[in-house]
């Protein structure tokens, strides 16, 4: 290992757990430090997809600043409070200024050059002995709009080219119910993608957690990260409320919360929080597919004889408070999509932070001005996608110190009006 073999991974989620977990296997002395309980963050009430094909980024052609009254509206299921645009204004005019085919192109070619190998290491980690509940069901996308819908399946096209198989068309009223019986009378049109997976984000995390221990790794819980000691151009050690931690090198991947941490090392991560809301539903007949009902824009996701239903992104700062209206507007648009629910009460009300930078990229590098510093967040609503290749890839780099092609377009420093040069920064591998 290049440069020292202890590891300190700042977040206990899907994307600090992946991490460690590659880490160990490469032979890294590791230490998980995670604030409350591994896993319990925006990891948890997730629909756990695994949706490599559905890799464009949040920013899309189209979505233009005359649109921010839509975001205004609490109906909308993109949602700004209108008391944190003074606050979010300047990340608001980036986000804006990715809405553009080119931007969008290239953000979709490289989130999806980026998850085409979760199956295979998900794979890796059953054959591996990771315990996890894993579904092969696909997903079908639906809407009352066959039009809409198809335009859609038409903006995915382009991840053909990676490989991912798209039907030639729609399938329509009595074709969709029997293909998916759970969907209610009032969706007319589907397509079903089949390269899909999900797992229950709980158990994925409690196993990889495992796998991590067995590895060496060492978690510590409820170990709130209060300071970092650092000394010229290398982070030291990290105080947190368990002690004081030291380490060769630094991981922070504490997903919406990384912003805050590292600023009190004077780097900016420019990424905000996009809070999702969750709950579970008892239906009358469980889908046999992951759905996605693109017209109100929430995943529904079967868990044994429950589904979890899932929707919105809301800019409201980082806070975890329900708002009761916008999670009523996601029960309604779901109820009625499917037939009826055993019962009309929801369960295990839930909410959490989606980290989002403005390109809708994930941040996978190391943080200048420090040679030791590595950040992994901004992975948006793919975060159990791009958790197992992402921490492979930012494994391989910490632990060779040469950084995989494939973090190319993931730089801390694309945001910066002056981009550090790639080559004698590709060479420094301490």
Sequence with gaps: MSG??????????????CTA????????????VESNRVGSGASAGNGGWLCPAQAGPLPEPGLTLMGMRALLNRDSALYLNPSKL???????????????????RHGLTSMARLGGRVFELVEGMVDDGVEFDL???????????????????????????????????????????????????????????NQHWHVRPESFNRGIAAAARALGVEVLEGAEVVDFQASGPRVRSIRTAAGDLEGDKVVVAAGSWT???????????????????????????????????ADVHVGCTPFGDQMRIGGTMEFSGVNLHLDRHRIDQTIAGARASFREWMRPEVESEWAGMRPIAPDGLPVLDRAAPYENLYVATGYSM????????????????????R????????????????????????????
Aim: with cysteine.
């Design 21 to 32: 977990y590659y880490l160990a296997k490469r032979g890294a002395e590791v230490t998980v």
């Design 403 to 430: 950084r995989p092609s494939v973090l190319e377009p993931f730089t801390l420093d694309r945001f910066s009006r002056f981009p550090r040069p790639r080559r004698r920064y590709e060479r420094d591998g301490s």
């Design 135 to 193: 579904y092969r069901q696909g997903m079908l996308i639906a809407s009352h709009d066959p039009v809409a819908l198809r335009a859609e399946l038409a903006k995915l096209r382009p991840m053909e080219e990676f490989g991912y198989e798209l039907p030639a068309d729609l399938v329509s009223d009595e074709e969709l119910w029997e293909l998916e019986p759970a969907l209610s009378d009032n969706v007319h049109a589907g397509f079903l993608i």
């Design 259 to 293: 912003p805050a941490l590292l600023a009190q090392l004077g780097v900016d991560v420019p990424v905000q929080a996009g809070k999702g809301y969750s709950f579970m539903v008892s239906p009358s007949v469980v889908p046999r597919h992951a759905v996605l009902l």
């Design 4 to 17: 020292g073999r202890r590891v300190l991974v700042v977040g206990g989620g899907v994307a600090g757990l």
């Design 86 to 104: 003074r606050n979010l204004a300047p990340w608001l005019l980036r986000f804006w200024s990715y809405c553009n085919p080119r931007a969008y």
């Design 382 to 401: 793919q975060g159990m996608t791009l958790g197992p290749p992402a921490g492979d890839a930012i494994a391989e780099f910490i632990t060779t110190g």
